[in-house]
């Protein structure tokens, strides 16, 4: 999918990568054809941070701001529908990874009763909507969400990852993309 900046000299290119399961903004110069900034927005691991890199091997080029700005809307919005499950809660979001990896994020119909058990058995019922939202894009009666929407994290959620970071570290990758060394 391409998006062209107003002004017509700048576009955006998104694309998901499977074997990375990121999603990568590439901001282009149309004169060129010159990929001057990549966005890499991870979806499936919650320990992989998103990040912005620039081609060192591409001679210095001045962006306009206005241009900037519109590029990095368009990464917070890619993050915000991307990874809005994984500002929830820490023990909703381990229980939101596992079952995407075990279901690779879709399930049928006639396997969904047997998981939702699993849920209901794991988290609160307040919880069970944005848990079956996030992990398989479906309401708790089996039926799929028309569009999918980005669960919202509550306060108690956010002073809970807070303090899940406080103890265990914030986590970010290395500037090669692998995981950050230990301090």
């Known amino acids: 999918m391409t998006f062209r900046h107003p002004d017509g000299d700048y576009t955006i290119t998104a694309m998901y990568s499977v074997p990375d399961d990121a999603w ?7 004169a060129g054809q010159r990929n001057l900034v990549t966005a890499i927005v ?17 001679p210095h080029v001045e962006v306009p701001y206005e241009v900037m700005r519109w590029f990095m809307h368009q990464v ?12 929830l809660r820490p023990e909703l979001v381990e229980i939101i990874h596992r079952l995407r990896q075990e279901h690779m994020g879709v399930i049928d119909d006639d396997t969904f009763p047997h998981v939702l058990a699993e849920v209901r058995a794991a988290v609160p019922e307040t919880d069970l909507p944005a848990v079956l939202e996030a992990a398989f894009g479906r309401n708790p009666d089996g039926t799929t969400m028309d569009p999918p929407q980005a669960p919202q994290a509550t306060q108690t959620d956010e002073d809970a990852r807070d303090r899940h970071q406080d103890e265990h570290g914030a986590g970010f990758e290395a500037a090669d993309g692998g995981p950050a060394p230990a301090r």
Do not use: G, K
């Open 42 to 58: 991870p979806d499936e691991d919650p320990a992989r941070e998103p990040t912005v890199c620039f081609n060192p091997n591409e």
């Open 76 to 87: 917070d919005e890619e993050i915000r529908t991307s990874r809005a499950w994984m500002q």
């Open 24 to 30: 990568y903004l590439e901001l282009d110069l149309v």
